[in-house]
């Protein structure tokens, strides 16, 4: 079975740091897109990052550009997203997803493995 497995989430305060990380199996690793998602109640789900493991490439939402940087670790099979200036916009949960589209994509339809998701609050 694919399995994705977010961790790190949790609360901080405006302007703080968080990192998440994505644990993948059941998949070849490095032949997936994998991207982060967000989604806050009420609202859309919403493209934050994407990486093509390996070295590949990478594309941000344009509200995270800057503050965020999704990476990864092939050998360990995780992808990490490091965020930092956290706003109270960027509270939501937060959903690893693995996809195969032709180029870079922040669209969820693209995605067919997701995990869980994961907390992610940002208040003062």
């Known amino acids: 079975q694919v399995r994705l497995v977010e961790s790190g989430g949790g609360s901080v305060q405006p302007g703080g740091s968080l990192r998440l990380s994505c644990v993948a199996s059941g998949l070849i690793f490095n032949s997936n897109w994998i991207a982060w998602f967000r989604q806050d109640p009420g609202k859309e789900r919403e493209g934050v990052a994407a990486i093509y493991p390996g070295g590949y490439s990478t594309y941000y939402a344009d509200s995270v550009k800057g503050r965020f940087t999704i990476s990864d670790d092939n050998a360990k099979n995780t992808v990490y997203l490091q965020m930092n200036t956290l706003k109270t916009e960027d509270t939501a949960t937060y959903y690893c997803?693995?996809?195969?589209?032709?180029?870079?994509?922040?669209?969820?339809?693209?995605?067919?493995?997701w995990g869980q998701g994961i907390q992610v609050t940002v208040s003062s």
């Open positions: 997803a693995a996809g195969k589209p032709r180029s870079n994509s922040l669209s969820p339809r693209e995605y067919y493995a």
